[in-house]
């Protein structure tokens, strides 16, 4: 809903209702790459599952994640020629981009089991931490959260019915593209390739929820949970789809619902530089998922 009350609001100053105006392709590009602070929902289905721990997964998505967002922001601000060496923007980017440097870092000098013990102990401190600091601001602006997230799940099932069409549009096309046996063709396709080149294929069977997720969040999330149950939720392909999963959003579905929503028909680059940004995330999270999991 915040998303789609910020694009009506840009739809406003936007003098060409018809063409994606500079800002309303920076706004989705940057929404498109999909920054996770938390993925709740990832974590919840690993413990379903099984994973013996569940939020191991956090912090490479986290760090997936940053990448995709940053790639973004770069990939449009060079289209638009925008200076993105400004003091504020770098103090920001450059801060964040440190910190993660620096995790990375510490995090290949230990091994495996240690890597996977501090990644669950940090990601559960950060996710306690965030929902505390969440409350604290409620309580110190004098704000009743519980009443303000009613009001807000509100507002969700009016946007909801709203999108409906495009929703069901983007559902048929995905049902298509899975029932024809296409991304059977593309994943074998793939295995054979990097099994000719000689190098490691198991990140292979993990891409089926980054080929879909472009597409259909809950098409992806299907993915990811037959990866899970296939190879396992502690597999390396396990691990990854979960990564993928919570790398970036949904392309296609992103530009048919926000577009489609204030009808605007001409979306210029946007679906090339989302995807360039969503390839960055994808190549993001199979090395970290080899740094963080071997």
Known sequence: PFGLKAMESLQELNPNKGTASNSQVMFLALHASGLTLIPVTIIAFRSGLGAQNPTDIFIPCMIATFAAT????????????????????????????????????????????????????????????????????????????FDAFVEGAKGGFETGVRIIPYIVGMLVAISMLRTSGTFDVIINGMKTLFAALGTDTRFVDGLPTALIKPMSGSGARGMMLDTMRTFGPDSFAGRLACILQGSSDTTFYVIAVYFGSVGIKNTRYSVGAMLLADLVGIITSIILCYLFFG
Do not use: E, R
């Not at 801060?95 to 230990?110: N, P, Q």
């Not at 890597?115 to 004098?142: E, H």
């Open 70 to 145: 940053m790639a973004a922001m770069f990939i449009v601000s060079f289209k638009q020629k925008i200076n993105v060496f400004q003091p504020v923007i770098l103090a920001w980017v450059g801060g964040i981009s440190a910190l993660i440097t620096l995790l990375v870092l510490y995090v290949t000098k230990l091994n495996a089991q240690q890597a996977q013990s501090f990644s669950g102990v940090l990601s559960n401190g950060i996710i306690l931490g965030i929902f505390f600091l969440i409350v604290l601001g409620g309580l110190y602006k004098k704000i009743d959260v």
